[in-house]
């Protein structure tokens, strides 16, 4: 998780973590339930965000073109992280999942007051898709097969549809480890 995008308490002994694609319906729910949960949780846990695009121009396990923009959008997010934008980038592009396109990726990134020019020549860089390959690749080596994918300590979460559930792990894990 090197280099990936945290929010919350970056010293915590919770970590959370979760692989997701902009364009994947279900992680868009999964984004709006975690962002209930940071906002009670975020001073006791940390929550970090890899890129799983289910997108065959960066996964190399796609066959199909499941979600044709979520590559750029991976490659978008990691540019707007380097200009501190990435969490209100992340949730911008979720909550308008389905108007995701190269020119509203470049929209948002306008919208949310980035650095056009260093925004477009980033989202050419070899580096940053080499990331978002990296993260795709860390996934497939854990298992992930699709999104979204969500651990807690290392536990795979089944149920990640619940704020329920993920808030009964994350209290277990505080009673074993503490904040």
Request: some cysteine; charged content about 25%.
């Amino acid at each position: 998780t090197d280099g990936a995008p945290v929010t919350g308490n970056t010293e915590s002994k919770i970590k959370i973590v979760e692989f997701s694609d902009f364009e994947c319906p279900a992680c868009r729910l999964l984004s709006s339930n975690m962002k209930t949960i940071m906002l009670e949780y975020g001073d006791r846990v940390s929550f970090t965000f890899m890129n799983y695009p289910l997108d065959k121009s960066v996964n190399p396990n796609v066959v199909n073109d499941i979600h044709k923009n979520a590559g750029l959008a991976a490659i978008a997010g990691l540019c707007a992280q380097e200009q501190g934008k990435f969490w209100e980038f992340h949730y911008k592009l979720f909550e308008n999942q389905t108007d995701i396109s190269p020119d509203f990726i470049k929209e948002t990134a306008d919208e949310l007051g980035m650095n056009m020019n260093e925004f477009n020549i980033c989202l050419e860089s070899d580096e940053l898709r080499d990331k978002v390959i990296n993260n795709i690749n860390t996934g497939k080596s854990i298992g992930v097969s699709g999104t979204p994918a969500l651990y807690i300590n290392g536990r795979k979460v089944h149920y990640w549809n619940s704020s329920e559930v993920i808030k009964a792990i994350i209290e277990e894990e505080i009673k074993i480890n503490g904040k």
